[in-house]
């Protein structure tokens, strides 16, 4: 049975950090596909970044570019989201999503089979 469980997110000021973490259990996690989603009330799901495992690349949407990055810890399982320079319009809930397999398309929600339930993460002005 495959989980991922988010954690790190809450309420931050506008220019400061978070780090979000996922541990994922169940999978094999080397040679997975690992993204990031994000969606705000009333808005539709928005893909913030993802990492192929098999490779090591990295992918982002273009509204957190150059302010979060993802990186893993394979002997811990878990992939983090370092988000920086936060602005109010990044409050949303953040979900990591994963793949068992290599994902061309990495922005796209329906290539990631599993889901981890979200965290909330909101900043203020």
């Known amino acids: 049975q495959v989980q991922l469980v988010e954690s790190g997110g809450g309420l931050v000021q506008a220019g400061g950090s978070l780090r979000l973490s996922c541990v994922v259990s169940?999978?094999?996690?080397?040679?997975?596909?690992m993204g990031w989603f994000r969606q705000a009330p009333g808005k539709e799901r928005e893909f913030v970044g993802a990492?192929?495992?098999?490779?090591?690349?990295?992918y982002y949407g273009d509204s957190v570019k150059g302010r979060f990055s993802i990186s893993t810890d394979n002997a811990k399982n878990t992939v983090y989201l370092q988000m920086n320079s936060l602005k109010v319009e990044d409050t949303a809930v953040y979900s990591c999503?994963?793949?068992?397999?290599?994902?061309?398309?990495?922005?796209?929600?329906?290539?990631?089979?599993?889901w981890g339930q979200g965290t909330q993460v909101t900043v203020s002005s």
């Open positions: 169940g999978l094999t996690f080397s040679s997975s596909t």
């Open positions: 990492i192929a495992k098999s490779d090591g690349r990295t």
């Open positions: 999503a994963a793949s068992a397999v290599f994902v061309q398309a990495m922005s796209y929600a329906q290539n990631y089979r599993y």
